[in-house]
């Protein structure tokens, strides 16, 4: 089944709301409707759609639906009905605005106007009533647009469907009658408060407008009558008094059912406040009894909150000495620490010379041992000594040197030199 994205792109006020919804529930798809299509519009659109604009026949614009691929329907209406539609809805609904988005003026100066009037006459062949009604010129039987009437549409509602099934493709609902009993004038018309759907009626431009009013303003209009093949042939019968008194009755019976409408939903609007009221009222009350039981609830809090206070302010309290206390325990294991640091640094130093001094005893040791080995040497060979005599002066006087030194060591070198002495003397 191929996709099916169709653009309904005609004058305001020729039927395009009835066509698009037709054509929604015809196909079983979305349909939406805009005054302008901004990139955030493009991109929301559903995959399938049936899209209502009034725009004009622009390049770029036609373009963008090409690649969006939308095939465009638009629907042609007599142009005086669809002036008179104007001229009947824009006293309720403001939406007139955004058509073209103000292209040319807007529809202000016709509000309360009557079809007969300067005023009115004077907008028909305006640059905005031309404006709006060359929406549909533009498209109209341009190639690929698919052209209707909607005069067709009011006459014979399933041969215009048929015919736009058979362009189209094939429709997505079996039974059009519940469709078309649903979207009828009379059950659409209840569906909305701005009178969007009026009577729907073709010619009815013809109980309003006299021939020679309807001459001047199709004077100013023969491009867009010759354009949609409409021909202006006023009802003979349709005098001043007579249209005066037929717009009356239209608008009046309109007006009346406007006010019947509104006011029977202002009573269900007030209904629904006073229902509102009442409800709040009560939530009021039932609010008023909780905010009593709150209250004693917040003093209640407000009582422990102070218990709690004084009980962290002595919490607090009791910290603060706390810290105090371990702020001077802290000061005194530093200057533990520092005094541990110097008796390891004096430790090291007595470690040191401690090192020094047992490298000296071996030394010594070993001369001590040396000296014991010469004194023994000496006493075997003192022969030898008498000959070294001066050998062993010299080696008293480095002895004393040594003695000097190490006093201690010898002390039991003192008796061997004296021995020696004697010994040299006596020899």
Known sequence: MSKIR??????PRSGNTWLRMLLGRFYNIPTVAVHELTEAVWAGLPEEVVLQIHWRREPEFMARLEREGFRVVTLARHPLDVLISILHVVVYDVESEGWLLSDQGNERSIWAATPRSRTFIDYC???????LLGVTCDHW????????KYEDLVADPP????AVEDAVGPRRVADLEPILNDLSIGNLRKTTLNNH???GKPGLWRELIPAAEAAEIA????????????AVDPDPATDAGSADRAWNRYAGEEMGRTIRRNAD??????????????????????????????????RELHDQERVLTGKCEAFLQTQAAHVERLCRQEAALA???????DARREADRWRAASEAMRSEAERSDAARRRAEDVAAGLTAEVQRFRRLQGFSLRLAERSQRWRDRLPWLFRPAKAVAALLRGRAARA
């Open 6 to 11: 169709l653009a309904v792109i005609a004058t």
């Open 219 to 230: 004077d100013g209009l023969r491009p867009v009558l010759d354009r949609l093949g409409y």
């Open 141 to 148: 039987g341009q190639p690929g647009v698919l052209s209707l």
């Open 335 to 341: 200057e533990a620490g520092r005094e541990v640091l």
């Open 197 to 199: 759907f009026w009577k």
């Open 159 to 162: 041969a215009v469907l048929a």
């Open 265 to 298: 939903e202002y009573r269900k609007q007030i209904t629904a406040v006073q229902e509102a009221v009442n409800r709040l009222s009560a939530d009021n009350r039932t609010l008023l009894g909780h905010a009593d039981m709150q209250d004693g609830r917040i």
């Open 125 to 131: 062949r305006s640059s905005r009533a031309h404006a």
